[in-house]
């Protein structure tokens, strides 16, 4: 460990100090892996409870709120999860973390946080605004993702040794998963349900 | 360290790299500390405030919603606890982690999540969906813990020197808990309360 | 670190290989602070907005609210607050970690998770119930702590070279805490405000 | 790593024995990073939903929506945000912890918790005491830290090695803010929106 630079971490660019490094880094995993968590889990905080007087309308309240409801809060569980992966594995390859990638990360956590919200929004059914507002968040996800990995090829923030095609696949699942919801934006004008 | 495996670690099938390799295990149960911990204390948000006039009418309250709301919620918390304690054991005994476990384990967090909904549902008493669906999301996680555990077997996730029956205890927890719960099923059926 | 008890970790009563050790400590100190953080945060999620239609009514309405349900809040938060100052100087001298212990402290987090819920009954205000089961729940985390001590020094849980009265003052506070709040129960029935 | 040390570490003042050092100040530096990933994301958790019959009336609720409710959302998190980056930078340079930097730490967390529920009393719009509960929450979050920084710097806290300018730019930005929300203060009495 290069104790020797400890003295001029805050001038440093980087943090050259490999403790203070690993520290910088696993801290901003931590903070996101936190904050993706309590987003995943509060999307099931407002499911509601189906009603009804018999079994039969227990049963049929269920079935009603299962296309929109309950299969609204399965897609974004699923969406958050695939994100957490795209960011498990990005920053799998981060070996340092500079401000700038601090700030795209915040910017990244912030929508994240806003998708139970946008899903909410989805939910209430039939109107234009909530798949709109839900695909734009979920694309704005998937392109600060390619921004963000883009600032840290550019700035030397990844492992030594990284090849230069290693986030490829990153890229282009963001990419396309940007482009899909993107696209369901017009759809959503053209036949509001 | 294998400082040498690091240029290509993203062509290897396991991650070689024995920090990477730590990184990756101990994100993975981070994250499922954090969802598994947030579900657990979720639980008790929705707790009903028992209600009344008088001191005797608020005891009153107090004792008709125990054997319900909060005795489902003590079972719950119990339920949770257990595959926690699982879920603990069986990472012990993980080595490596690959995508496919990736995989089982947010589907396995995303049934967790579930956990608080299908207790309000079964709050709700008397009718046969609120147990049903209970017992099915109980089995269920159960079930996939047993999976998992085969995959990691299969696939050599395991610590080196880990004894074929190192699991066993957990199979057999994970399956008399998911034959438990699934023959709850048409007895709720047979007796609705 | 001592490879060569790898195979047979699983028969050992403690956990004699020094990463399992900390893995398992770390686990379940950071389960636990996830859980006490959630706790502490969820306190704050059902305070009372004050209403009214003019800047004097709001500001009644806020005072109003203040010594009952904000203060109520504050008390919880310290309350818990200290709990965790108790738990990270207990952990800070446990060295390894038993089944009995993981139990010990999925109770205590149990009760921890009862305190956001005792604070509402208890702000409710005017019956002797929500006095009591405050004072019911805070006691019984000072004495599961209490007997969590006892357990970790019968059992040799401590770390190597900690002198028997290491934790004499965890236990005195524990001690007065429950003592404390356990004499504030007959006083709650004598004069019910 | 100085085992010598661990038999006395109770009687010394700072943690003397490098394990615990690390533990401590890790343990402390999760534990804030969980409370404020939850209060951050919990701010998202009341955004009203737009209402309507109509595309044109959902759209306008949200439109109606989004000067304080939704930019009230977005500052708090921005706020939060800017905060964690604060503490981030400032527990960088933080070598032990005692038991003053503890307390002072969770009064700070005290008062994050109180963020969204300060945003809350806020979006209610119209009366003083919404944005000066908020100015006063925020500035006391800047003060607190500015007398943590300087309890650090008085009790020999911070990593050997560090210049004494090396948290200037913490205090400034912190004194700053504290003085731009308490400044909004006078403000908000001399034009009630």
Redesign the interface.
């Known amino acids: 460990m290069p104790d020797l630079n400890?003295?001029h971490?805050?001038e440093s660019p980087h943090f050259t100090d490999e403790e203070?490094r690993r520290?910088?880094r696993d801290?901003l995993?931590?903070?996101s892996?936190?904050?993706?968590?309590?987003?995943?889990?509060?999307?099931?905080?407002e499911?509601p409870?189906?009603?009804?007087e018999?079994?039969a309308e227990?049963?049929h309240s269920?079935v009603e709120l299962l296309p929109e409801e309950y299969l609204n809060f399965?897609i974004s569980?699923g969406v958050i999860?695939a994100f957490?992966?795209a960011h498990?594995q990005f920053f799998?390859?981060i070996h340092v973390v500079d401000t700038a990638l601090?700030r795209y990360n915040?910017g990244w956590?912030?929508l994240v946080?806003?998708v139970?919200?946008a899903t909410?929004?989805n939910s209430?059914g039939g109107?234009?605004?909530g798949p709109v507002l839900y695909a734009v968040v979920i694309s704005a996800i998937a392109l600060l993702m390619v921004l963000m990995a883009r600032h840290a090829t550019r700035a030397g923030l990844l492992?030594?040794?990284?090849?230069p095609h290693?986030l490829r696949g990153l890229l282009v699942g963001a990419g396309t998963a940007a482009s899909v919801f993107l696209l369901s934006i017009p759809v959503s004008f053209a036949s509001?349900s």
Chains 1, 2, 3, 4 share one sequence.
């Not at 936190?34 to 905080?45: D, E, N, R, W």
């Not at 409870?49 to 009804?52: D, H, L, M, S």
């Not at 492992?159 to 090849?163: D, I, K």
């Open positions: 400890r003295t971490v805050q203070d520290h910088v801290r995993i931590f903070f892996d936190a904050v993706i968590a309590i987003a995943m889990t509060l999307l099931a905080l499911l409870v189906p009603t009804g018999t079994d227990v049963w269920f399965v569980f999860a957490w992966m498990h799998r390859k601090l915040l956590l912030f946080v806003v139970p919200f909410r929004v209430e109107f234009v605004l492992r030594p040794g990284t090849p290693a509001p």
